[in-house]
């Protein structure tokens, strides 16, 4: 059984589209993240959800719009895409947004904006 | 600003050879800590975490790291290396608010020489 997934796991694109991550998770958490890993493997989180609330948002630019529609649940739309973007994101989620909880990961979705 | 510091981009270690991986904290209380593995293609994995009482934390996989509040370090250690360790290895730390927010170092690339 999967923990935490994503899809699609690759996405290439053209620079000025919009596209759309998905992820779910089936662990019955509260807490849902994004995080981007630019490539030089450096993470950073974007924005976070508890209980369908969104309790962190980084300074992202506005083209990026997370989205909650259940717990279980947090997508990423991004506007607009740019180059800048190319990155692999990751979805992770925690059983509360508890400063010791432990964030189960999904396994990324590479994107790649051309 | 709560930051972590992994001094080493990359590390070349020997099959069962002893390892340590070193990550160094700016943070002003009590800080959680925590080292996490990626292996290629995939998600990060919680290998262990740190809060408070005994200094010296046990993980998964035969890992563990001590937490030295005087040197700001939670040191990373395996006595004996298999290949499968080779990986990335970041190491994270809880900042203050409860909003389950990490700051990851930049990663340390684990290469495991036959």
């Known amino acids: 059984d999967t923990a935490v997934s994503q899809t699609p796991k690759y996405l290439v694109t053209q620079m000025g589209n919009d596209k759309s991550i998905k992820c779910e998770q089936n662990l019955g958490h509260d807490t849902m993240y994004w995080y981007k890993q630019d490539s030089k493997k450096f993470l950073k989180i974007m924005f976070s959800y508890n209980n369908k609330e969104l309790i962190i948002n980084e300074t992202v630019p506005n083209r990026f719009s997370p989205k909650s529609p259940d717990k279980a649940h947090l997508n990423l739309h991004i506007n607009s895409l740019e180059l800048g973007d190319s990155a692999v994101y990751f979805c992770?989620?925690?059983?509360?947004?508890?400063?010791?909880?432990?964030?189960?990961f999904g396994p990324g979705t590479r994107l790649t904006v051309l | 600003a709560q930051s972590v510091t992994q001094p080493d981009i990359h590390i070349t270690v020997s099959e069962g050879a002893s390892l340590e991986l070193r990550c160094n904290y700016s943070y002003g209380a009590t800080p959680y800590l925590f080292w996490y593995v990626q292996s290629p293609g995939q998600g990060l994995q919680l290998l262990l975490k740190y809060f408070s009482g005994d200094t010296l934390v046990q993980g998964i996989k035969g890992f563990e790291a001590e937490f030295k509040r005087s040197q700001s370090s939670f040191n990373l250690r395996k006595p004996s290396v298999h290949w499968s360790d080779a990986a990335e290895y970041f190491c994270?730390?809880?900042?203050?608010?409860?909003?389950?927010?990490?700051?990851f170092g930049q990663g340390t690339t684990l290469q495991v020489k036959p």
């Open positions: 992770a989620s925690s059983q509360a947004p508890g400063r010791f909880d432990e964030q189960f």
């Open positions: 994270a730390v809880g900042p203050s608010g409860n909003t389950g927010k990490l700051i």
